[in-house]
C-alpha cells in the first residue's frame, strides 16, 4: 500500500507540474500574442491618424495657396487696369495730335502718384512701360 501511495503521489506531482509548465507556456503565449495584436492596432491607427493629418495639412495648404494667388491676381488686375488706362489716355492723346507737353518726367510723376496712391503696384512701372513700348512700336 505504501507504495501505491508512493506512486499515486509521484503520478499527483508529476501531473501538477505538467499543469503548471502547461498553464506558463500557455500565458507566455496568449500575452505574446496579446503585445503584438495591440501593437498593430496601435500601429493601425497611429498610420491612420497620420494620413488623415497629412490629408488635412495638404489641403489647408491648398486652400491657402489658392486663396493667396487670388488675392496677388486681384492687385496684379488692378495694377494692370491703372497702366492701361494711362497707356489709353496717352496713346489717344498722340492720335488725336492733342498738344500736350507729356515728357518723360510728366510720366514719371504720374506713375509715382499712382504708386503712391497704391502702395502694393510694385509692377505698374514695368507694365505700363511694356504697354507703352508696344503702343509706340505700332503707332510707328
Do not use: P
Request: hydrophobic letters at 50%.
Amino acid at each position: 500500500m505504501l507504495k501505491l501511495r508512493n506512486i499515486l503521489a509521484l503520478c499527483l506531482m508529476i501531473g501538477t507540474i505538467y499543469i503548471v509548465v502547461y498553464s506558463y507556456t500557455n500565458i507566455k503565449n496568449i500575452i505574446s500574442f496579446t503585445v503584438k495584436t495591440a501593437t498593430k492596432t496601435a500601429s493601425d491607427i497611429a498610420t491612420a491618424m497620420r494620413e488623415k493629418s497629412l490629408q488635412a495639412t495638404i489641403e489647408k495648404l491648398s486652400m491657402n495657396a489658392k486663396t493667396r494667388s487670388q488675392q496677388i491676381g486681384t492687385e496684379f488686375e488692378k495694377a494692370a487696369a491703372a497702366a492701361d488706362t494711362m497707356s489709353e489716355m496717352l496713346s489717344g492723346m498722340v492720335a488725336a495730335e492733342v498738344i500736350v507737353d507729356v515728357g518723360r518726367d510728366t510720366v514719371n510723376s504720374m506713375l509715382r502718384t499712382v504708386l503712391e496712391h497704391h502702395k502694393k503696384f510694385l509692377g505698374v512701372y514695368s507694365v505700363w512701360y511694356l504697354m507703352r513700348s508696344i503702343i509706340w512700336i505700332s503707332l510707328m
